[in-house]
């Protein structure tokens, strides 16, 4: 029996007026299970980032519903937003957004702190994740000392801070290198294993090729939806065509 | 020719680019050039002003008064004969006759000694008329003090003890200190006039202007054998008293030493919280600048090419400024100048020389140049792909800060958090809002001593309403001037510390936290300086009283006065900061986040 944690229908959002209209994301409709792994794949400028900043309620759909965990959520206030945010969500940028002048650490513990634990245990979670990302070692490091693929990595962990119900990914790889990849999709792929619910936009097929679902975009629609197999740590060498 | 053209196309694009910037920068230069402005007009005012109207007027060297009883000229000739004919006398004027009269005007109302003098001119103190004509039968000349506090001029109609009189002239002497100084006013009018005036309650008195041979010496004249002998052959109920010229010289110097003092303390602390908060507006706008001197230099632009742009640009509006500030403090100066206008050279709108104007606008651009050329040579010294990449200096890291802030309410954690990225702006807003407490711990301790001094009827300079009001108007029109430039400095420093955080901001949202949390963080940024210069604005504001002249031990304010100013500081930089903070909070953080 599955349980749908997102469920979208006909979400739209539109930029401009008139001849200047550009329709960014157009009547998409998707439902996303718990414990599933999604990936969109599609061109740039298809419209991915702007859905999946609609998904994770930072942009107002122009139409369509969006319910989470089954709260409608499109029209919520800004409030209970930002509290879906806190508790149900976690984010992944292209570009970590790591914040400068705290430590791994610190940036991990950020979403604990901001969801109302006590800094003893923001910070044994946070500890926690910096194990699971193998990143014990980096702790004390600001961002400005840590590689590309050790920044995504304390991002993840910052994402999973309060253990959300949806991670929500947005090209993850796309600032990696090929090592620095295969290490995140190493840890995209323990977590789908250990039933993380993962929504990833992303062009780069050996991500998309980690997931469970595959949908396709182009000029902000769906175009082609593929239910994958193959998707596991099994073939994940293969699919980067790297030793990890 | 061409690489002239360039800079100044790339300096108006970015004026025009960010004009709300420009504008601020552009009212911190002229908030400086406009006290620099005053202060030079007040100079001109205060300088020598006495010895130019004595040198005029042939002021004489001692002034004698004496009210015989009836009134009678005999009488008055006889006993000050003692004076006429002391050895040291150069030259003798009068005795002139003056009756204490009433005055009443349209909205005025009060007590005025009429003097009476003759339509030729004397021959000591001719005092120099500013504008109209010397006196005639039924034509007054006014003191120029009194007259400017009166808004008297030439061609108006007075009453004096019922009697019209038209004012024919204003005219500048030394033969009394200036009104409000020397109260009541002097009104001269023509012998017959003067003597009409006289009533069988209030009968003439004379007075007689003597020149010495040696003036430097006239305090022994006044206090040695000469003098003694003229008080002791006069009884009490003749009112004799005898002024030198120093004496009356002082006490108006009295007045323009504290005009001075109160100006100098006030355009100093202006000064330097002017150069703050430039340094904070020249910041800001630098740090917004790096990727624009990235660009620069990835087009083929020297360094040299690229710190001369910057400084051309702040420099461009700091002689926009001094423009503004001129023609701003030359009217701004009557304000401050007008109330004391008892002596030559205080005219409504003090002349301004070209090298006090040059002086201004130097100023302005010497301003300018130090706040912009570190960040200039910075911006220059740059690697381009570092600038290109990097939109601002990386923030600093303050361990305990952040460990401190982890135990704080999320408002309070953030708003510490922006507090700990940018140390040095945060001490230059505390420092621009400790200079505004400071002025107004210093105006509330002021007017609490005039206050008190007006309810106890007592001290000789303060009790003096009229240079109270003159002193406490000069320093109220300085403290406003002060808050002015330090709320504006709050909001602009907001404004940068917004900009600065947008993206720890966005990111702070994206990760859970409501926009309500964010506004109360970055206001929180704003309110930690505040305290900090509330707290420091009380001790460092009384200590500015004391050192121009106030005596806290004789009268200070009431403690409840100076606590209210912290809540009262932080409510108002609250007030300016919440809606920069609130544009911070509410911008969409998708847009943030997708634009790097």
């Known amino acids: ?244 | 020719m061409g690489r002239a053209l360039l800079i100044w196309r790339l300096v108006i694009g970015d004026i025009k680019r960010r004009p709300v910037q420009a504008a601020l920068l552009l009212v911190m230069i002229v908030t400086t050039t406009t006290t620099l402005t005053l202060g030079l007009a007040l100079r001109k005012v205060t300088d020598s002003p006495f010895a130019r109207t004595r040198a005029a007027t042939n002021g004489p060297d001692v002034v004698a008064q004496i009210s015989p009883p009836g009134g009678s000229l005999t009488k008055a000739r006889a006993q000050l004969a003692v004076l006429t004919r002391a050895r040291g006398v150069s030259g003798v004027a009068g005795p002139y006759p003056f009756a204490s009269v009433r005055l009443t005007a349209p909205r005025v109302n009060l007590s005025a000694l009429a003097e009476g003098r003759d339509i030729a001119p004397a021959p000591i103190d001719r005092p120099a008329l500013s504008s109209g004509g010397w006196i005639r039968p039924g034509g007054a000349v006014l003191e120029s003090g009194f007259a400017s506090a009166l808004g008297l001029h030439a061609g108006d109609a007075i009453r004096l003890n019922g009697r019209r009189f038209g004012v024919v002239g204003i005219a500048a002497s030394t033969a009394q200190c200036f009104y409000p100084v020397s109260k009541p006013g002097v009104i001269w009018l023509t012998r017959a006039d003067a003597m009409r005036l006289a009533t069988p309650q209030q009968p003439l008195g004379y007075v007689l202007d003597l020149k010495l041979l040696h003036p430097a010496s006239a305090y022994d004249f006044e206090f040695g054998p000469v003098g003694t002998r003229f008080f002791a052959d006069t009884g009490d109920a003749e009112s004799p008293s005898v002024q030198t010229w120093l004496a009356i010289a002082h006490d108006d110097f009295r007045v323009i030493t504290v005009d001075q003092k109160a100006l100098l303390v006030g355009s100093s602390l202006l000064a330097l919280l002017a150069l703050a908060s430039i340094a904070v507006v020249v910041g800001g706008r630098m740090a917004e600048q790096t990727r624009r001197v990235g660009l620069l230099k990835a087009v083929g632009a020297t360094p040299l090419l690229v710190a001369v742009v910057l400084l051309a640009e702040n420099l461009l509006l700091a002689l926009a400024a001094a423009a503004v500030g001129i023609a701003a403090g030359r009217l701004l100066a009557p304000v401050l100048t007008n109330p004391g206008a008892g002596l030559l050279g205080s005219p409504p709108t003090p002349p301004l020389s070209a090298e006090a104007i040059a002086e201004v606008v130097a100023v302005a651009m010497v301003v300018a140049a130090a706040a912009t050329i570190v960040p200039a040579i910075r911006g220059a010294r740059t690697s381009t792909v570092g600038a290109l990449n990097d939109p601002a200096h990386p923030p600093r890291r303050r361990p305990w800060l952040i460990a401190l802030s982890s135990r704080l309410p999320v408002p309070l954690l953030f708003g510490l958090r922006v507090v700990a990225r940018r140390p040095r702006r945060v001490a230059l807003t505390a420092a621009s809002l400790t200079v505004a407490v400071a002025m107004i711990v210093a105006t509330l301790a002021l007017q609490y001593r005039i206050d008190t001094n007006n309810q106890q009827h007592s001290g000789v300079f303060f009790g003096t309403g009229g240079v109270a009001d003159r002193v406490s108007h000069l320093v109220f029109v300085l403290t406003a001037i002060l808050v002015v430039l330090a709320g504006i400095n709050a909001i602009f420093t907001a404004w940068v510390t917004v900009i600065d955080a947008q993206r720890p901001t966005a990111l702070t949202r994206a990760i859970g936290a409501t926009p309500g949390q964010v506004g109360a963080g970055l206001t929180a940024a704003q309110l930690l300086p505040g305290l900090l210069g509330a707290c420091l604005g009380i001790p460092v504001g009384l200590g500015l009283y004391q050192l121009a002249g106030g005596h806290l031990g004789e009268a200070s304010p009431p403690l409840w006065w100076l606590l209210a100013v912290v809540p009262g500081t932080l409510i108002v930089v609250a007030a300016l900061t919440a809606f920069p903070a609130r544009l911070g909070a509410t911008r969409s953080p998708a847009e943030v986040l997708r634009s790097d």
């Open chain 1, 1 to 244: 029996m599955t349980e749908p944690i997102l469920v979208a229908r006909g979400l739209s959002k539109e930029y401009g007026r008139g001849a200047a209209l550009v329709r960014a994301v157009d009547d998409v409709t998707l439902t996303v299970d718990r414990g599933e792994s999604v990936a969109i794949v599609g061109p740039s400028g298809c419209g991915k980032s702007t859905l999946l900043y609609l998904l994770g309620g930072l942009e107002r759909p122009t139409a369509g519903t969006l319910e989470l965990a089954g709260r409608p959520i499109h029209d919520a206030p800004e409030s209970s937003l930002a509290r879906q945010r806190r508790h149900a969500l976690g984010f992944v940028f292209q570009a970590f957004h790591l914040v400068d002048e705290l430590t791994a650490l610190e940036n991990i513990e950020l979403p604990a702190l901001l969801a109302g634990a006590s800094p003893r245990t923001a910070r044994q979670r946070a500890r926690d994740l910096l194990i699971q990302v193998d990143l014990e070692d980096r702790a004390g490091h600001l961002p400005s000392a840590l590689s590309g693929g050790q920044r995504q990595r304390v991002a993840i962990a910052r994402a999973l801070a309060n253990s959300p119900l949806l991670v929500l990914a947005d090209e993850p790889t796309g600032n990696l290198d090929s090592a620095a990849t295969t290490d995140v999709l190493r840890l995209f792929d323990q977590l789908r294993q250990g039933g993380q619910t993962l929504a990833i936009v992303t062009h780069d097929s050996r991500v998309a090729a980690t997931a469970d679902r595959l949908i396709s975009m182009r000029d902000g629609a769906f175009v082609d939806e593929t239910r994958l197999t193959g998707g596991s740590a099994r073939t994940l060498t293969e699919i980067t065509g790297l030793e990890g």
